[in-house]
């Protein structure tokens, strides 16, 4: 515990953490107002699907249930993004500063020290989490009423959303100080991060689709693989159709995290850190 708290107090002592949570405000009611738009737009039927399960998929959306758990978690697809890069930044930072050697030199058992960074993204994560939730908690029911639906606060569908959205963010932090020791620039981890997370993601989508529409449909199923589309479909309130489970979704991101949480840790035993 007491290297988890050197971490986290490393993280407080640099100026990102503060800039990241000053970027995150807007970002975050950005989500809230395009959340609140989406949902009119299903409600009052004015969003339309090209096809017949298009339409399905909009028709499930439109489900009170399908409204409340995406409002719910609002600012999930920014929120990780955040606490991608954050937790990067938890070991970049070592390089950028020039501390990784007496870092290592303190605790020779980098097993350790990379344990006490994914401890710290962790902590990181759900701290973002639990920021966004609470604003959420405070906000949606007002949009819900705005919105003549229910606030579904008596719905266990809601709460497990809630629930996985919080462990997504554990995972994404996960994921982060893994990519963070694949890339030791702090500069470029960002840079990259921040890229592939939203213009990657998006392309990687079109891909996909485009994909499903001349080669075969089958490969539209495959979408899931892009770590967005994972931990959004964890979080629908019903199974979505034309869309694997939502387990498919959480097993997906904890592949991930696990695949960079164990390289992470083997790279950084082996390599040279001076």
């Known amino acids: 515990m007491r290297l988890v708290n050197a971490e986290l107090f490393k993280l ?3 100026s990102l953490w503060w800039i990241m949570g000053l970027i995150l405000v807007p970002l975050y009611a950005l989500s809230v107002g395009f959340n ?3 949902s009119y737009a299903l409600i009052s039927g004015q969003a339309n699907g090209g096809g017949a399960d298009a339409q399905a998929q909009v028709e499930a959306a439109s489900l009170p249930i399908n409204i409340a758990t995406n409002l719910y978690t609002t600012g999930q697809y920014m929120g990780v993004l955040i606490v991608l890069l954050l937790s990067a930044i938890i070991v970049t930072s070592e390089f950028f500063h020039l501390t990784a050697t007496t870092t290592f030199l303190v605790t020779p058992r980098r097993e350790a020290v990379i344990l006490a960074k994914l401890g710290a993204g962790i902590v990181v994560g759900l701290v973002v989490w639990a920021v966004t939730t609470a604003l959420n908690l405070l906000l949606v029911p007002i949009i819900m009423d705005a919105l003549n639906v229910p606030s579904q606060f008596g719905e266990p569908a809601v709460w497990r959303a809630i629930g996985l959205n919080a462990l997504a963010f554990v995972l994404w932090a996960v994921l982060g100080v893994g990519l ?7 500069l470029a981890a960002t840079l990259i991060l921040a890229i592939v997370y939203t213009v990657g993601s998006t392309a990687l989508g079109v891909i996909f689709s485009l994909l499903a529409d ?3 449909k089958w490969i539209d199923k495959l979408e899931v693989l892009i770590p967005t589309t994972a931990s959004q479909l964890m979080l629908s309130g019903t199974e ?3 869309n694997p489970p939502r387990w498919v ?4 991101l904890i592949g991930y995290a696990i695949v960079a949480g ?12 001076s």
Not at 180 to 186: A, K
Not at 249 to 252: R, S, T
């Open 262 to 273: 164990v390289v992470g840790t083997l790279i950084t035993k082996r390599r040279d850190i």
């Open 180 to 186: 963070g020791v694949l890339i030791r620039s702090q």
């Open 249 to 252: 979704g959480a097993a997906v």
């Open 12 to 14: 407080r002592t640099t």
């Open 214 to 216: 001349h080669v075969a």
């Open 240 to 242: 979505l159709p034309g």
């Open 36 to 38: 609140w738009l989406t």
